[in-house]
């Protein structure tokens, strides 16, 4: 049985991992449904086990964020984002900061996949009008945003399965992990600046206005402060993904219409997909053979020396590059006690670093391609374009961001 789950969870990882197969091009949410089904088929779980498997916390809180982000694309709220953006921006440059820095803190808030979705469109829409290059604006919103999203734990799925699992408080998390994913995203701006800075034109041309998206009176205002109160339920304690449906669901209830267009831009087979991947790991989880390798290499993990936090940065960047951030932390946050120093210090280094390491390559995080799809119509984003600069990028934020973690550890005890 052992072989069987192992086998079926490098099928499914295969599926995942080349997105499209010429011998079953099937796509990465159908690989992982595959690998379920599988599972509970051959007999290696149950489906009783199965269902006990799914996160539900995880996938709540998800529903819960992009319901609340399909609103606010229909207050018109990144209409509204690209005159501001272009009324505060005199340079190519300085606007290639305000893409950076608010792909970062957006991302904080919401899910760093639904707002390279809906930012995306917006940065190509500014560089058409602007006649700018777009492959440094694009990798901009794409490393920052995932940078970004390390900060607090509904930042991205991954650190929603950490919350999930650590159980650790929004603010704790944020004291844990917000300063060095600030560092890193003023290491991410410098190195555009290295990068870009002269190959930028030195002032912004005349631009004609845009055709401003009509929105329901009032909704922008009730959509922002429906999310600010989200945000403070999630200072306060609250379940996070109850707090961020209840807020879905008062913007339903404001708005007193059928949510139709709000449900239809929820990426329900992202929902499906991390369904399924939950239900694939456990099956393998069940084998012993994580348990086998994690106990052969947690004796060099200690983190309370430097040598094993830079072998953890090290093993981390790797398998999430391997396995993809998720799986990997579902694999490795059940056995993160065995290590020697604090776990929640364990738990912010997992989540950090698995975040970081998915601007490693064009493909290493779903907010990547999300980015470079949504603007293939006007540019493609190429693998290796992307790379001379993902790469510099993930090691300078690691180098940076990681002492930041384990100084502020020490700070908290």
């Given at each position: 049985m052992t072989a069987l789950a192992v086998a079926i969870f490098c099928l499914t990882y295969v599926l995942i991992a080349a997105r499209r197969l010429r011998v079953l091009p099937i796509g990465r949410p159908a690989g992982a449904l595959l690998g379920a089904v599988l599972m509970v088929a051959t007999g290696v779980l149950s489906p009783a086990e199965s269902f006990k498997a799914i996160d539900h916390d995880t996938i709540v809180l998800l529903l819960g964020m992009m319901l609340i982000t399909a609103y606010m694309d229909q207050a018109a709220f990144f209409d509204w984002l690209v005159t501001r953006v272009l009324s505060v921006c005199a340079t190519p440059w300085a606007l290639l900061v305000v893409v950076s820095l608010l792909a970062g803190a957006l991302s904080a808030v919401l899910v760093n996949d639904t707002v390279c979705l809906f930012m995306t469109p917006v940065v190509v829409t500014i560089c058409a009008r602007a006649r700018l290059p777009m492959g440094p604006y694009l990798i901009a919103l794409a490393t920052s945003a995932n940078i970004g999203s390390a900060a607090t734990l509904v930042g991205n799925p991954q650190n929603m399965i950490v919350g999930s699992l650590s159980r650790m408080p929004f603010g704790e998390f944020l004291l844990r992990c917000g300063p060095a994913a600030a560092v890193g995203l003023l290491v991410n701006v410098a190195l555009l600046r290295a990068y870009y800075g002269r190959a930028l034109p030195p002032a912004m041309p005349p631009l004609e206005a845009a055709p401003a998206r009509a929105a329901p009176p009032g909704m922008l205002g009730r959509v922002s402060v429906v999310l600010v109160?989200?945000?403070?339920?999630?200072?306060?304690?609250?379940?996070?993904?109850?707090?961020?449906l209840a807020g879905a669901v008062a913007l339903i209830v404001l708005e007193r219409a059928e949510p139709r267009e709000a449900f239809a831009r929820v990426d329900w087979a992202l929902l499906v997909f991390f369904c399924a991947l939950f239900v694939v790991v456990h099956g393998l989880a069940g084998t012993g053979v994580v348990e086998a390798v994690w106990g052969a290499a947690a004796p060099s993990l200690d983190l309370e020396r430097s040598g094993g936090v830079s072998l953890f940065t090290a093993l981390v960047v790797v398998g999430s590059n391997l396995v993809s951030n998720v799986p990997l932390v579902l694999l490795l946050g059940p056995h993160l006690e065995a290590l020697g120093g604090s776990p929640a210090t364990g738990w912010a280094?997992?989540?950090?670093?698995?975040?970081?390491?998915?601007n490693l390559t064009l493909i290493g995080s779903v907010a990547n391609i999300i980015v470079a799809e949504g603007a293939r119509d006007q540019y493609t984003l190429g693998f290796v374009e992307y790379l001379r600069f993902g790469a510099v990028s993930t090691a300078l934020v690691l180098a940076a961001g990681v002492p930041v973690i384990v100084l502020v550890a020490r700070v908290l005890g």
């Amino acid at each position: 049985m052992t072989a069987l789950a192992v086998a079926i969870f490098c099928l499914t990882y295969v599926l995942i991992a080349a997105r499209r197969l010429r011998v079953l091009p099937i796509g990465r949410p159908a690989g992982a449904l595959l690998g379920a089904v599988l599972m509970v088929a051959t007999g290696v779980l149950s489906p009783a086990e199965s269902f006990k498997a799914i996160d539900h916390d995880t996938i709540v809180l998800l529903l819960g964020m992009m319901l609340i982000t399909a609103y606010m694309d229909q207050a018109a709220f990144f209409d509204w984002l690209v005159t501001r953006v272009l009324s505060v921006c005199a340079t190519p440059w300085a606007l290639l900061v305000v893409v950076s820095l608010l792909a970062g803190a957006l991302s904080a808030v919401l899910v760093n996949d639904t707002v390279c979705l809906f930012m995306t469109p917006v940065v190509v829409t500014i560089c058409a009008r602007a006649r700018l290059p777009m492959g440094p604006y694009l990798i901009a919103l794409a490393t920052s945003a995932n940078i970004g999203s390390a900060a607090t734990l509904v930042g991205n799925p991954q650190n929603m399965i950490v919350g999930s699992l650590s159980r650790m408080p929004f603010g704790e998390f944020l004291l844990r992990c917000g300063p060095a994913a600030a560092v890193g995203l003023l290491v991410n701006v410098a190195l555009l600046r290295a990068y870009y800075g002269r190959a930028l034109p030195p002032a912004m041309p005349p631009l004609e206005a845009a055709p401003a998206r009509a929105a329901p009176p009032g909704m922008l205002g009730r959509v922002s402060v429906v999310l600010v109160l989200v945000v403070a339920a999630f200072f306060a304690g609250a379940h996070l993904g109850y707090a961020a449906l209840a807020g879905a669901v008062a913007l339903i209830v404001l708005e007193r219409a059928e949510p139709r267009e709000a449900f239809a831009r929820v990426d329900w087979a992202l929902l499906v997909f991390f369904c399924a991947l939950f239900v694939v790991v456990h099956g393998l989880a069940g084998t012993g053979v994580v348990e086998a390798v994690w106990g052969a290499a947690a004796p060099s993990l200690d983190l309370e020396r430097s040598g094993g936090v830079s072998l953890f940065t090290a093993l981390v960047v790797v398998g999430s590059n391997l396995v993809s951030n998720v799986p990997l932390v579902l694999l490795l946050g059940p056995h993160l006690e065995a290590l020697g120093g604090s776990p929640a210090t364990g738990w912010a280094l997992l989540a950090f670093v698995s975040t970081v390491a998915g601007n490693l390559t064009l493909i290493g995080s779903v907010a990547n391609i999300i980015v470079a799809e949504g603007a293939r119509d006007q540019y493609t984003l190429g693998f290796v374009e992307y790379l001379r600069f993902g790469a510099v990028s993930t090691a300078l934020v690691l180098a940076a961001g990681v002492p930041v973690i384990v100084l502020v550890a020490r700070v908290l005890g």
